[in-house]
């Protein structure tokens, strides 16, 4: 994982040093067992192993992780527990109390939103990158994937979070992706001309 962190500062430094100065130094071992406590979940070790390098970022003015804040503990813990509010309040229920399921891939559990998907990202609107810690079948525990407020769509981007860590960073050192002083944010490089952008 500190090879993968090391391939994203490089890069941050040399294109993008204002997101590289609001990344947060990595947590402590007790901190993320309090955020385990709390959600009542076992984090993977690679997800563990990232966030003692790195506690998310200090503040959401530059987006890191495809135009998205790559979000702290404690920005997990705020995250879900806005969408736990939602999801015990009947928010994602119909009439008769049933899940109002979402247009989900092979592999992941097809419900609006699950306690054991946990937000990774978020971009300001209600949409985040998830760690899903409960797969259906032919899914795989700790699969990356993807949540949208208004949209049914789920859609698994990266089997662990490793390989969605060493994707992005790939991407950042073969030019895909590149900096937008812009919009403040990293983006496609196909969409750095553009006049506007959804986030």
Sequence with gaps: MQEIWTKI??????????????????????RISELEELLSIQLPED??????????????EYGLIHRREFLSLARIKEEWNCWKELLDSGTFETEDGEDIGSE??????????????????????????????????????????????DDPERKIVAPSFRVWLQ?????????????????????????????????
């Design 9 to 30: 500062e490089t890069w941050l430094i040399a294109n993008a040093p204002k997101i590289f100065e609001v990344l947060q130094p990595g947590s402590s071992d007790d």
């Design 47 to 60: 997800v563990k192993s990232s966030y003692r390098i790195h506690n998310g970022q200090s503040t959401y």
């Design 104 to 149: 989900a891939a092979p592999g992941i559990c097809n419900v609006w939103w699950s306690p054991k998907w946990i937000p990774l990202t978020y971009d300001g609107a209600g949409n985040c990158d998830c760690l899903d810690l409960n797969p259906a079948v032919g899914g795989t525990v700790g699969q990356i994937v993807t949540m949208w407020h």
């Design 167 to 199: 994707q992005y960073a790939d991407s950042l050192e073969s030019g895909q992706l590149i900096f937008s002083e812009k919009y403040n944010c990293i983006v496609n490089a196909g969409d750095a001309g553009r006049s506007s952008l959804e986030f």
